[in-house]
């Protein structure tokens, strides 16, 4: 991942800005901290507006607990939570960053005091780990920092609090904040599938490792107008994905054909939310080219992308992703009819699922199932995969899919789905040549 060179003032509001935003704290709720090689902690001041939050406003608090008067500080008191921020750091010292924050699905859980299940979807699986719960204490009071570092200090990272949203501990402010969404993420997947029955979790011991492909920085890069083209394209649109709340920014592999045998695809752990197009790696033959220079890996699923374009001379670009809707069906294993809408059918035909098994152990098979009647493959506690002739048709395919899927659970609350019919479908594939 990349490492932000930001002050810590600039990254804590850039970070509660990011949280504010995506919705996921209200005006007065959450605090970030981080902690500088210098021992200080900087923190975010006491009842401020989150929305409106600047540098100048960051508190600076010396390890003797007094507070830095810096230049252009505004004498803001620092957050009432303080004290856990500082147990926190004192009995883990390989954290650096800690965030706390009441996003809305996390919020529900903590006031059933449950602990979402983070083993659903592999990508979530990898990334968090397991989850502890801190029992109810005051806000800023001694009691509950003791709770909340005691949970740290037994090894976890991800801490709920009973009746009070959730706190991350990080080596840094952006690992803290992709593990903060793609928590809140597994929560509000979790709650869509519920409306569909079961979610069925992934083996506790499951590991879908990706083999490397090799690093060859003999061969020259592929630097052509198609190549610059698709690097401004891959970086609008994943950026778009991520605005659509289509992905997390730990999330989603998209990639696009640059030439008969080579592929430029998205970076392996690198914040969906900021890539440039200098980001997305060129893949050759099933080797790395071009702009291996820091050995960047290229996403998890680089392997399964190859297959793809291999087996499928149309396919032109992929977009992959887990987006919650979408996600409910794959982690309850129940079937997206996509025969909902005459779009949604023309766009996503006949989405078809696939063991997450399957995807661990051969992506061959699962290249071999996309067709132009199958462009769309959705993948059991994984993801969803749309392909295209363009990245532009295969976002727009995944946009549907999401949209498709909200729709059928939204309609489940009036009443039975009806879809349309197989004379209407026939009619349709005779209209649009399908």
Request: with cysteine; charged share 20%.
């Amino acid at each position: 991942m990349k490492k932000s060179k930001l002050h810590p003032a600039a990254m804590l509001v850039q970070t509660m800005n990011r949280i504010y935003h995506r919705g996921m704290t209200t005006t007065s709720g959450g605090n970030l901290s981080i902690l500088d090689e210098d021992g200080h902690i900087w923190i975010t001041p006491s009842g401020i507006d989150k929305g409106t939050l600047t540098p100048e406003a960051i508190c600076c608090i010396r390890p003797d607990g007094t507070i830095v008067d810096r230049p252009g500080f505004l004498g803001y008191k620092p957050s009432v939570e303080c004290p856990y921020h500082a147990t926190v750091y004192q009995r883990r010292p390989d954290l650096k960053a800690v965030l706390h924050a009441h996003p809305p699905m996390l919020v529900a859980f903590s006031v059933v005091r449950q602990i979402p299940d983070t083993n659903l979807v592999d990508s979530t699986a990898r990334l968090l780990g397991s989850v502890n719960m801190a029992p109810y204490a005051l806000p800023g009071s001694a009691e509950l920092g003791d709770r909340v570092a005691g949970a740290f200090a037994a090894g976890y990272d991800l801490v709920m609090m009973e009746n009070h949203g959730v706190v991350i501990g990080a080596a840094d402010m952006p690992t803290a904040f992709l593990k903060f969404e793609a928590m809140e993420y597994a929560a509000h997947t979790q709650m869509l599938a519920k409306k569909l029955g079961t979610a069925k979790s992934l083996p506790a011991d499951t590991c879908r490792e990706a083999q490397a492909p090799e690093i060859n920085n003999t061969l020259p890069a592929l630097a052509s107008t198609v190549e610059a083209e698709a690097r401004r394209n891959l970086t609008a649109i994943i950026r778009r994905a991520y605005d659509q709340r289509l992905l997390c920014g730990a999330q989603g592999c998209f990639s696009a054909r640059i030439s008969e045998d080579a592929f430029l695809i998205s970076p392996r752990d690198e914040d969906r939310a900021n890539l440039d197009a200098s980001d997305f790696i060129c893949v050759q033959n099933g080797q790395i080219i071009g702009n291996a220079e820091n050995n960047r890996l290229p996403d998890w699923d680089w392997a399964l992308h190859k297959a793809i374009y291999n087996t499928n001379p149309d396919v032109n670009a992929i977009a992959a992703a887990a987006p919650p809707h979408v996600m409910a069906f794959a982690i309850t294993h129940a079937a997206l009819d996509s025969r909902t809408i005459p779009e949604s059918y023309i766009m996503l035909r006949q989405v078809q699922q696939v063991p997450f098994a399957t995807l661990q152990r051969d992506p061959l098979a699962v290249a071999e199932i996309i067709s132009p009647k199958t462009p769309v493959l959705m993948i059991e506690n994984s993801q969803i995969i749309a392909t295209g002739n363009s990245l532009l048709q295969a976002f727009d395919r995944l946009e549907v899919a999401e949209a498709t899927a909200r729709n059928i659970l939204a309609a489940r609350a009036l009443g039975a789905l009806v879809p349309i019919s197989d004379t209407e479908i026939r009619d349709i594939d005779v209209a649009f040549g399908l």
